[in-house]
């Protein structure tokens, strides 16, 4: 993935959890969290930390 658009989605990610805690049809108490990963290395890197989602 280039650079340009490996910063675009890991920007992306705290939008897209955001949209998952706001979500009225999703269980209280899970966690959502932002993770790239680099089909390269194996690596999996954690751009937004776990958060517990409360009711």
Known sequence: MENAALRKK???LGEE??????A???PAGVFVSGLV???ATG????????A???A
């Open 17 to 22: 959890r955001e949209i998952l805690r706001n």
């Open 10 to 12: 890991v920007g992306e």
């Open 24 to 26: 009225a049809k999703r």
């Open 52 to 54: 517990r989602v409360e």
């Open 37 to 39: 990963y680099d089909v």
């Open 43 to 50: 690596l999996i890197d954690v751009v937004v930390p776990p």
